[in-house]
């Protein structure tokens, strides 16, 4: 699976390569938890841009392991990488060019999709006795589950803003669904067996630079 996202990211850029060329670093929050996102897009014309790239996974961030909460989720901010296959995933988008008379500022509306393969970390404090005064004592339980493939949409409103040259911010807010497809024998619940999904939301920011001449 590795070798086959990194082959449809080198195709990406090479489809790209004979047009307006956009490149992308980004930083994605999405209902699974956070990534980095490596990817190419192309200019069809003035109003709509293609593209797609390389998704690495993310598990460890300010000292926080896995996930921001102790709230009882099953999959939200829970994806947790324990081989290699599970660092990498795969992101394709669609942009549409809105209210475009300002030269500086390009706001757009866009479809995200992601995907990626990994399981879980999950964190609960259940009870597991009572002490003397009558307070409940609470034991930490870690458990891992999956792993699943993850498939995430969203739709939302974004906007590129002109930093200098061909260097342009770019952030993304959307909202949509997760897909969370495969087996786990300790989910007891059959639903939770061979599928599942939530709501979710993505929040993008990142840096992009254009090949070639800038427009306008």
């Known amino acids: 699976m590795v070798k086959n996202n990194l082959g449809i990211f080198i195709l990406c850029i090479a489809f790209c390569a004979k047009s307006q060329t956009n490149f992308q670093l980004n930083y994605n929050s ?8 490596f990817s190419s897009s192309k200019d069809i014309n003035t109003k709509y841009e293609i593209g797609g790239g390389l998704r690495i996974n993310l598990h460890n961030i300010n000292g926080k392991l896995a996930h921001p909460d102790d709230q009882f989720n099953t999959y939200k901010k829970r994806l947790f990488m324990t081989q290699p296959i599970n660092y990498f995933g795969i992101s394709g988008f669609v942009n549409r060019q809105i209210f475009s008379n300002s030269k500086t500022i390009k706001p757009y509306i866009f479809y995200d999709l992601q995907a990626t393969y990994s399981g879980t970390r999950n964190r609960f404090f259940l009870p597991y006795d ?5 307070t409940i004592l609470y034991k930490e339980h870690i458990q891992f589950w999956g792993p699943f493939t993850w ?10 803003a002109n930093l200098f040259d061909n260097l342009y911010l ?4 959307g909202f949509g669904s997760a897909f969370i ?8 619940d059959k639903y939770f067996n061979w599928f599942a999904w939530n709501f979710s939301t993505l929040f993008t920011i990142g840096l992009e630079y254009r ?3 800038k427009t306008e």
């Open 181 to 188: 497809l495969g087996y786990e024998k300790q989910l007891l």
């Open 170 to 173: 770019n952030q993304r807010m």
């Open 130 to 134: 009572v002490a003397l005064d009558g």
């Open 151 to 160: 498939v995430e949409q969203n739709i939302g409103f974004g906007f590129k």
């Open 211 to 213: 090949l070639g001449s």
């Open 30 to 37: 999405t209902f699974s938890g956070r990534n980095i996102l």
